[in-house]
């Protein structure tokens, strides 16, 4: 299992959103993701999404499944929330492999029951609502309810069992993970 951090640009105007997010931060990260390989353990819990018959983390032409939660993918039509609609919580077969464009820290400390447990919480929380509140800050005070938004960074965090998820972004989500594989 690793996380991807994104480093890269989108096209149009979701490509405005990478670059500024990363002039907030400081930061060449904008994005993360949690990708799946073959031997974590999770097969059984990966979406069925009619390009394999089985669930698998097997790439499918060079793409993973990867979970996060993004403000405007739009949910898959065999999601159990919200399916057609944009923006959430969400598994999505992903090329991570242009080094140019992702960050690729090993979570090769996590035992099977983590990555079971970061998997599972994904399965469970498909299709829940992104985060914007988090995301406009001060501006979104009067949204009521923050419980089940998401952003990418706290999404990810409360899959790994990191306390305080909304604490963080994807700069120091990187960081974070980054200095646990080293301890």
Known sequence: MKAAFYTGTRSGWRGIGNVLVRWRLGSPISHCELVFEP??????????????MLPTTQPVAGEYWCASSSATDPMPT????????????????????????????????????????????FADHQGAMYDWQGIVGFLAWPVPNKAD??????????????????????????????WRGRA
């Open 39 to 52: 031997g974590d353990g999770v097969d059984d819990l990966m979406p069925r999404d009619g390009q394999t």
């Open 149 to 178: 938004r998401w952003t990418c960074h706290e999404a990810l965090a409360a899959a790994l069992g990191i306390a305080g998820s909304h604490r963080l972004n994807p700069a120091s989500l990187c960081e974070v993970l980054t």
């Open 78 to 121: 065999w999601s159990p929330r919200r399916a057609g609609k944009s923006g959430g919580v969400r598994f999505k077969r992903i090329d991570v492999s242009d080094r140019s464009k992702w960050l690729m820290v090993d979570l090769g400390w996590m035992s099977t029951t983590q990555r079971r447990i970061a998997a599972q919480w």
